[in-house]
């Protein structure tokens, strides 16, 4: 019999969605190869690529995912995540922003604060809704806005006001497809925190031009103001219909790897964003959701100690920076990130951030990963341990007094 089918040969790139042209890959990842490729050849880094914290999850919080894994929570457990640990988020969210939260039917357990993000995009982005982002910031919220079909909005920050976002520099940016505003305070890479104020107006601003908002909240307890916690959008009446929170276990309880996270809206926010969750990650890892309980519930202490131990960094890192002639930097009153101005030393921040690492092992993050608004900086992560950044901030000053005596 004579073979009629006809082969035309397989280009994967031609087949891809479009939607993939619209994103790039991470830019961090790729710092993260280098580290590797260099420690293998027996090279010193120090670490401030990372954004994760660099401590053990608390034992206890282990110990409660072990002890349900031996009771045999194995199946899956509900779409919105079990009710140990909602009814334990909405009492941290109450806690945190002195609104009454109904964790049993505000919150959605994710795989991660990315998810929650990624789920709301998907859940309210129609294609051609735009989506204000400050610039610089996370480039997650870009990608993901980009995959739903939506337009991000980048609203320019500047070093000489912290890194905050302008409420009228947003306004200015509003136009009839703007759906939703992004805040993340405290911010990555800046640390920037949004004041209450500032919040406040920002509130104004989505209520008059009915937008929701994303307020992500992933460090609004690594903070070094007065309070224990960082001001919430939510927190402001009126907010609480239109704002979805999102907020995870990744950097207040060292827990990256077990991939938690929650959002926290009204009812009918929350029922749109389980219509999507129910055919992304179904549902999280049932055991590790019993460990996650216990973190929220349990003793606070292991978090106030992280946070005096990234504190204690942060004062080593800013003086060590200050005291480093050429270098500019805004104090940050959040997160684990520094983002000083390198520009006195070289136009590209990432020709700066391949010399450190190259040279001189110091691993950090050109600030244009994270925005044009970030060009002119580079991205410090002090997840690393007190020694690293003592040694770091000297390292650091030799690096940069050797590339100025080079004569760039
Ligand atoms: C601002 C911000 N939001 C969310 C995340 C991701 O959190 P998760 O590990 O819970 O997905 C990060 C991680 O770096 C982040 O910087």
């Given at each position: 019999m004579q073979?009629t089918?006809?082969?035309t040969q ?6 891809m969605a479009?939607?993939?042209?619209k994103?790039?890959?991470?830019g961090?990842r ?5 580290v590797?490729e260099?420690?293998a050849?027996?090279?010193d880094?120090?670490?401030?690529q990372i954004g994760r ?12 995912a072990?002890e349900?894994l031996?009771?045999g929570e194995?199946?899956?457990a509900?779409?919105?995540?079990t ?6 988020i ?14 049993e039917?505000?919150?959605i357990?994710m795989a991660?604060a990315n ?6 995009m998907l859940?309210f982005?129609?294609p051609?809704?735009?989506?204000i982002?400050a610039n ?10 980009s995959l739903?079909g ?5 609203v ?9 976002l302008?409420?009228?520099d947003?306004?200015a940016?509003?136009t009839p497809k703007t759906k939703m505003?992004?805040?993340?305070s405290?911010g990555n890479p800046?640390?920037a925190?949004?004041?209450a104020?500032?919040?406040k107006?920002l509130a104004?601003?989505a209520k008059r031009?009915?937008?929701?908002v ?5 460090y609004s307890?690594i ?8 001001p919430?959008?939510y927190?402001v009446?009126?907010?609480?219909e239109?704002t979805i929170i ?12 077990w991939r ?8 009918q ?5 389980l219509?999507?969750?129910q055919?992304t990650?179904?549902c999280?890892?049932t ?7 216990h973190?929220?519930n349990a003793?606070?202490?292991c ?6 131990q990234?504190?204690?960094?942060r004062?080593i890192?800013?003086?060590?920076i200050?005291?480093i002639?050429?270098l500019?930097?805004a104090e ?13 030393f070289?136009?590209?921040?990432s ?5 450190l ?7 950090t993050v050109?600030g244009s990963?994270?925005g ?6 580079i991205?410090?992560a002090y997840s ?8 770091g901030?000297?390292?650091l000053?030799q690096?940069?007094?050797?590339f ?5």
């Open positions: 073979n089918t006809t082969t397989f280009n994967p790139e031609a087949l479009e939607r993939l042209g994103v790039p890959f991470s961090i790729k710092v993260f190869d280098k590797k260099l420690e050849t027996g090279k880094v120090i670490h401030w914290p660099d401590f053990d999850t608390p034992a206890h919080i282990k110990e409660a072990i349900s031996r009771k194995v199946h899956y509900p779409n919105l995540g009710l140990a640990l909602r009814k334990a909405g009492n941290r969210t109450t806690i945190d922003t002195g609104v009454k939260v109904n964790g039917t505000q919150s357990v991660g998810e929650g993000i990624m789920v709301s859940a982005i129609n051609g809704d735009e989506v982002i610089p910031n996370w480039h997650h919220y870009k990608s993901c806005v739903a939506g337009v991000p909005v980048e320019d920050t500047k070093e000489s006001n912290g890194f905050v302008d409420p009228r947003v306004e940016k509003i505003l992004c805040i993340t405290p800046t640390g925190v949004q004041s104020q500032s919040l107006e104004d601003i031009h009915n937008l929701l994303m307020s992500d909240e992933i307890r903070y070094y103001g007065k309070e224990p916690v960082a919430s959008i927190s009446p009126g907010m609480e239109r999102i907020n995870g276990f990744s950097k207040t309880y060292s827990m990256d790897g938690l996270g929650w959002t926290v809206a009204s009812e926010l929350t029922r749109a964003l219509k999507v969750r055919y990650t179904v999280v890892n055991f590790i959701q019993a460990g996650a309980a973190a929220l003793d606070q202490a978090v106030d100690e992280m946070v005096g990234f504190a204690a960094r004062e890192l800013l003086k060590g200050k005291d002639p050429g500019t930097i940050p009153l959040g997160a684990f990130y520094l983002f000083p101005n390198i520009s006195a070289c136009k590209s921040s020709e700066l951030a391949d010399y690492l190259a040279e001189h092992g110091i691993a050109a990963v994270f044009s608004a970030g060009e002119g900086h991205r410090i690393c341990s007190t020694d690293e950044c003592t040694r901030v000297q390292r000053a690096a940069l007094a050797a100025k005596a080079r004569g760039y």
